[in-house]
């Protein structure tokens, strides 16, 4: 009867520490930030911000940070190197030095083309 008394409180500690575990990676998981990735061929860029990432800096047009603002609808809210405009998707529109044009606009993944 002692063994089995033992044995039951390993496994209770088993589980609650397996319990903690899951809890703490789920918590790292879910706090990781999103993606965001740029290509640029000749002053122009593609950049794709996926999985809630709202900001990236883009090294083919001289580091400036394009940022994420907002969503509204086929809209999308910018700002760029400082300049904000929103802008629809499909269209192209300056916002500040830079012309701006969406591609994709949804909850997951948002893809710019950024220019000079």
Do not use: H, W
């Not at 409180?9 to 589980?15: A, F, K, M, Q």
């Not at 809890?23 to 879910?30: D, N």
């Amino acid at each position: 009867m002692l063994r089995s008394r033992a044995m039951k409180i390993r496994s209770r500690r088993s589980v609650r520490i397996g319990f903690a575990a899951a809890l703490l990676t789920g918590g790292l998981l879910s706090a990781a930030p999103g993606c965001t990735t740029n290509t640029c061929v000749n002053g122009a860029c593609t950049v794709t911000f996926e999985d809630g990432a709202s900001s990236a800096t883009v090294g083919g047009l001289d580091d400036v940070r394009v940022e994420i603002l907002g969503i509204e609808g086929d809209r999308v809210r910018v700002a760029i190197g400082g300049a904000q405009g929103t802008v629809a998707k499909g269209t192209s529109q300056a916002v500040g030095p830079y012309t701006v044009s969406p591609t994709e606009i949804s909850a997951k993944k948002i893809v710019l083309k950024v220019s000079r």
